[in-house]
């Protein structure tokens, strides 16, 4: 608990400030974004929207993997979502080396051989998420109808680039 400590006093904080929202688990704006885990990236701010407005799925590099396949699934059918902001964003860690670099980086700095696990690098962004639009939009099990929009956020001008 002792490395928590901040954590829980901010949260003191945090709640004597707190007012309940009246928000349900729906996607208030019918938006989910898919974005990376980077903690530079704001994504309901980015797209101007605030708390209960989009379901946010986060992962290293933004990829459309099965699991958020699978929570699209959810997202769509009983979370009133219907369209999916798939956003990497420059100057991501996961473009910035091949999977064999990325596992002999993590094996030099912590002795652990990942190399059962696939990273999901990327050389090519643009590419990348040209792919994952298309794996969204030709999976059979999400909602019918839902439009799906790929862009690359700017971590230094804060500027979305649709692709």
């Known amino acids: 608990m ?17 007012k309940a929202h009246e928000l349900g688990g729906e ?5 989910a ?5 980077d903690s530079r990236i704001d994504p309901l701010r980015i797209v101007g929207m605030e708390a209960g407005d ?3 799925l986060r992962n290293a590099g933004a990829r459309v993997t099965d699991d958020v396949l699978r929570t699209l699934i959810l997202a769509t059918h ?16 996961m473009a910035s ?21 696939e990273i999901r690098t990327v050389k090519d962004q643009e590419a990348a998420l040209v792919k994952d639009i ?5 999976y059979p099990l999400l909602k019918p109808g839902i439009t799906v929009m790929g862009a690359i956020y700017d971590v230094k001008s804060g500027k979305l680039n649709p692709i």
Request: aromatic fraction near 4%; include cysteine.
């Open 134 to 138: 298309q794996r969204i939009e030709s």
């Open 97 to 117: 080396a091949t999977e064999e670099e990325m596992h002999a980086l993590i094996k030099e700095k912590s002795g652990i051989d990942t190399r059962g696990v």
């Open 54 to 56: 989009a379901k946010i």
């Open 33 to 37: 974004i898919v974005t990376c885990m």
């Open 2 to 18: 002792e490395t928590f400590k901040d954590l829980l006093a901010a949260n003191v904080e945090f709640v004597s400030h707190f």
């Open 78 to 93: 009983l979370l009133n979502v219907n369209r999916v902001l798939v956003m990497p964003h420059t100057d991501c860690r």
């Open 27 to 31: 996607a208030l704006k019918g938006l």
